[in-house]
């Protein structure tokens, strides 16, 4: 059975910062590359960032760019996604995902994702 648990997600004012960590479990995780992506109620699900199977290549949404920082470590089957800077308008559900390629061809494609998580909660107040 193959899951995807994230955690990290929480309050946070302003200029704080947050750590999401995104674990797979029940596949060979250096066989995808990962994504989170994020979604509020009334919106598309919004392409945030990946990684490729190596970790060697990272895409990121022009909204994001230099505040978050997307990683990934093979031996603990693990995705990280550390956010610097937040502001209210990164309120949001961030999921992980696993995309069905190794590379970033398609990343921002949320169609291309096979394995999603739960979703974490990330609040960040004014």
């Known amino acids: 059975q193959v899951q995807l648990v994230e955690s990290g997600g929480g309050l946070v004012q302003a200029g704080g910062s947050l750590r999401l960590s995104c674990k797979l479990s029940?596949?060979?995780?250096?066989?995808?590359?990962m994504g989170w992506f994020r979604h509020t109620p009334g919106t598309a699900r919004e392409f945030v960032a990946a990684i490729n199977w190596s970790g060697g290549s990272a895409g990121y949404a022009d909204s994001v760019k230099s505040r978050f920082t997307i990683s990934r470590d093979n031996a603990k089957n693990t995705v990280y996604l550390q956010m610097n800077n937040l502001k209210p308008e990164d309120t949001a559900v961030y999921y992980c995902a696993a995309d069905r390629r190794s590379d970033l061809l398609y990343a921002s494609d949320w169609s291309v994702y096979i394995y999603w998580g739960q979703g974490t909660q990330v609040t960040v107040s004014s």
């Open positions: 029940g596949r060979t995780f250096s066989s995808y590359a």
